[in-house]
């Protein structure tokens, strides 16, 4: 089946700074990706959805400023937390759909 | 809007032990309805789906069958084995036939299965 990686796996920074995050369809294109935010022992809540040369599609309740998302191209969708701080340690996830969706390994994010 | 309620884990079986993993939903209109699976530390991966009423999904032993009275869609499997370790999750998408639109996740069912 298709690909998706992310990079980096993990990540860990101090508060304040920002992190981003890429998600690569490897082996097709997405015009749509989504990006999942999964806390410890909890479902995947969706964060946005990522729309290849137009704007992101943010969840209630997600802040668009703190997680800026741009799809770049048709295989890359990246995910920069700005000014992180220790609530935002978790879990990203992204996914691509190609008839049916591919996830990324994950990256675990934890801020100091 | 849409909500997926699973089983709480973790549930723990003896190998060649019958599984049923309990998933239950919330949606508007006709919604397509999966088992996702994570292995650790590796990625989700679809495991079966069923895209309208009384499809039954069924991929590695594992069945499950879209029941829109029930509002159900119960992950079975015959004998499980220790490699079917890992954390469950039932989503649904909200429309029939695919997956290519935003998942709605329930918390995932940690199974551990021991030789």
């Known amino acids: 089946g298709a690909v998706v990686s992310q990079h980096p796996s993990w990540v860990i920074c101090k508060s304040g700074t920002s992190v981003k995050i890429e998600c690569r369809s490897l082996d097709f294109q997405a015009t749509t990706m989504f990006w999942y935010r999964q806390f410890p022992k909890q479902s995947l809540m969706l964060m946005a959805t990522s729309n290849e040369g137009s704007k992101a599609t943010y969840e209630q309740g997600v802040e668009k400023d703190k997680f800026l998302i741009n799809h770049a191209s048709l295989t890359l969708s990246t995910l920069t937390v700005t000014s992180a701080h220790p609530e935002d340690s978790s879990f990203y996830i992204c996914s691509a759909p190609d008839n049916e969706q591919f996830f990324g390994p994950g990256t675990r994010l934890t801020v100091l | 809007g849409d909500s997926v309620t699973q089983m709480e884990g973790p549930v723990t079986l003896s190998e060649e032990a019958f599984l049923t993993i309990n998933c239950t939903y919330t949606?508007?209109?006709?919604?397509?309805l999966f088992w996702y699976v994570q292995y650790p530390g590796e990625g989700l991966q679809l495991l079966l789906k069923?895209?309208?009423?009384?499809d039954k999904g069924s991929n590695k032993g594992f069945e499950a069958t879209y029941r829109k009275e029930t509002t159900s869609f119960h992950l079975e499997k015959g004998s499980v084995q220790v490699s079917d370790s890992a954390v469950y999750f039932c989503?649904?998408?909200?429309?029939?036939?695919?997956?290519?639109?935003?998942?709605?996740f329930g918390k995932g069912t940690l199974l551990t299965v021991n030789p």
């Open positions: 989503a649904l998408s909200p429309f029939s036939g695919g997956s290519n639109y935003k998942l709605t």
């Open positions: 069923a895209t309208k009423a009384d």
């Open positions: 949606a508007t209109g006709y919604p397509s």
